[in-house]
């Protein structure tokens, strides 16, 4: 049998993907139908949806199992998470599916925290609860850091340990695929490139990704100020350089001195920083198509929520960039998206993943933006989840704003870690566990769970053995993916990148016109030295023509004079008649020489004497 060819090949791969989506919009389907059968069979008298297994076998709980089943309840939809574990902490725990632990979802814009040391499952909790969401119809954005995320677009493949996993805690587990949209910054990586500009991203974002001190970060926002009022738009970050360069030039250093100035130092560090950023490849998260935020609201067809993953493994070697760029989603998403209150459920769920690098070395104000940000967008119906290792990676005043608490095991293998346990267990409501053991005891996939009830009041906290998630807890294919990136709207809208005139066209014009401008002026005022030299050198040819031909004259004066004097010397030897006669000849004479001669020094004094 002959090779396939590589269009062959492609033609086949279509098929079993377009196949693929199929099966799973089938399986999602009857998962959905599953799913509603539950819910109705699961309605309490006083109409509570509480999840139920539906089996004779899980009598009512007693005691504090029916506490919690009681506080977890909620009469509208609920974001189901697992079942209380009853038993020992480090013993043999037994799950009890008639306990079963969720969110209400109208409180889900409470915010939230996932927490735990490495390898302990918060991000197969995190990809539960986004499965979770998406069936209840709330589109989710999700970090995802390594790339272990990317199997929500495949459906899980069956195991014995899996099914009796999921059967212990009353999950009516069904392998499912979700509608996923993968997006990546700048490009770099699968997915959907999402950009945005300098202007939208903002100096104190930027700052912190430049890692600026406050002195630098204060001058890159007169830098913005300057670029606002001026009219340039600071696209990319050649728009930023020509900016800043053209600020501290000759043209343009005089500009800032009235607000403060920006010294060639400060500039030097600042354009270092951005050259430093660009030789990591960023400056493609920077420009045009911007990416609009509003696009990850989405829906399926079939009603279920989209889950936005943004994949990271191309950039996870620049912490402070990634984490910034989600803190700049999250702060957009504040700006463009309306005040809806306490609607039933979230309009979007934002898990931001390795949450404690966006807080490292960040300067006070930039905390200040954050903790602003995370109160104030409950209100625009979105609700945030910061994903990190321990609750004292995320600052007080940020922490203050989380009521819905996931927390996985801590280890204590330092003096330190010890002190990071204690403070996690004074943060919890009063409960019958030792918090201290149990936390440094708890099994991967298990956590210790308090969220907020639909009255606004912490829940008592449950030991929790987490749903297993329906999807492949495996990376998805590389193949799978780019076929889903293929198949999405966004592709036409972000992927060609677009270079539209803005700071460094203009200030290139600006600078040629200055410059041409300058050369005018120089050639002007040479001009006007030449003429000035040309006019001092004739008016010192004429004084010098002046004297000469006074000189002259006065030679000639010198001459008649003395040809006069003769001549009266002779008319004294002759008669007086004669003598009166020549002397009457030689005064006229005389006269009219003396004449001539003050004529020609007149007209030379002047210069009215013609050449």
Do not use: C
Request: proline letters at 5%.
């Amino acid at each position: 049998m002959a090779s396939p060819t590589p269009a062959e090949l492609a033609a086949l791969r279509a098929v079993a993907a377009q196949a693929a989506a199929e099966a799973a919009e089938a399986r999602a389907a009857a998962a959905q139908a599953a799913l509603a059968a539950a819910e109705a069979a699961a309605t309490t008298e006083d109409d509570a949806a509480v999840v139920s297994t539906g089996s004779a076998t899980n009598p009512e709980p007693d005691g504090y199992a029916a506490e919690v089943a009681a506080a977890y309840a909620s009469r509208g939809g609920t974001l189901p998470l697992g079942a209380l574990l009853e038993g020992e902490a480090g013993g043999d725990a037994t799950p009890n599916p008639a306990a079963q632990v969720g969110f209400a979802l109208r409180m889900l814009n409470r915010h939230g925290l996932v927490a735990g040391a490495t390898g302990t499952g918060k991000t197969k909790t995190l990809q539960a609860m986004a499965e979770g969401l998406s069936a209840a119809g709330v589109p989710v954005f999700v970090a995802d850091i390594k790339g272990d995320l990317s199997g929500l677009t495949v459906a899980a493949t069956a195991n014995r340990a899996l099914t009796e996993r999921a059967t212990g805690i009353g999950q009516a587990w069904t392998p499912t695929a979700y509608p996923v949209e993968f997006y990546s910054l700048g490009g770099l990586g699968q997915g959907v490139p999402i950009r945005t500009t300098v202007t939208d991203f903002g100096p104190l974002l930027l700052s912190k990704v430049l890692g600026l001190n406050g002195t630098q970060e204060s001058s890159l926002g007169l830098v913005f100020h300057w670029a606002d009022a001026q009219g340039l738009a600071l696209l990319d970050l050649k728009d930023l350089q020509a900016t800043i360069a053209y600020l501290v030039s000759d043209e343009g250093k005089g500009d800032l001195k009235g607000i403060g100035g920006l010294s060639a130092a400060t500039a030097g560090v600042i354009l270092r920083e951005i050259v430093a950023l660009q030789a990591q490849g960023a400056d493609v998260f920077f420009g045009e198509p911007a990416f609009a935020t509003s696009d990850l609201l989405r829906t399926a067809p079939d009603g279920r929520g989209v889950v936005s993953a943004l994949e990271l493994p191309a950039v996870q070697d620049r912490p402070a960039l990634f984490s910034t760029f989600l803190m700049w989603l999250l702060a957009d998403l504040f700006q463009e998206l309306p005040e809806v209150g306490d609607p039933e459920k979230p309009r979007l769920v934002f898990f931001f993943d390795e949450a404690h690098l966006l807080f490292t070395d960040a300067s006070k104000d930039f905390l200040t933006q954050v903790t602003q940000t995370v109160r104030l967008i409950r209100s625009k119906g979105v609700g945030v989840f910061f994903v990190t290792q321990s609750p004292k990676d995320v600052p007080a005043d940020v922490l203050a704003q989380l009521g819905n608490r996931v927390q996985h095991a801590l280890r204590a293998f330092t003096p330190d870690d010890a002190t990071a346990v204690r403070q996690a267990v004074r943060t919890f409501p009063h409960s019958p566990y030792d918090l201290e053991r149990l936390l440094q005891s708890l099994g991967t996939g298990e956590a210790v769970v308090t969220v907020l009830t639909e009255k606004g009041a912490p829940t008592p906290v449950a030991w929790t053995r987490v749903r297993a998630p329906q999807s492949s807890m495996d990376p998805a294919p590389s193949a799978v993916v780019d076929d889903v990136v293929a198949a999405s709207p966004g592709q036409a809208r972000y992927g060609t990148p677009v270079d539209n005139e803005s700071a460094f066209e203009l200030l290139q014009v600006r600078v040629a016109q200055e410059a041409a401008a300058r050369e005018a002026a120089d050639a002007a005022q040479a001009a006007a030295k030449a003429q000035a030299k040309a006019e001092e050198a004739a008016a010192r040819e004429r004084e010098a023509t002046a004297r000469r031909e006074q000189a002259e004259l006065e030679k000639m004066r010198a001459r008649l004079e003395r040809e006069a004097a003769a001549q009266r010397a002779r008319a004294a030897r002759v008669p007086t008649r004669t003598t009166r006669s020549r002397t009457s000849a030689l005064d006229a004479l005389l006269t009219t020489a003396g004449n001539t001669l003050a004529r020609e020094i007149t007209r030379t004094i002047f210069g009215t004497r013609r050449r």
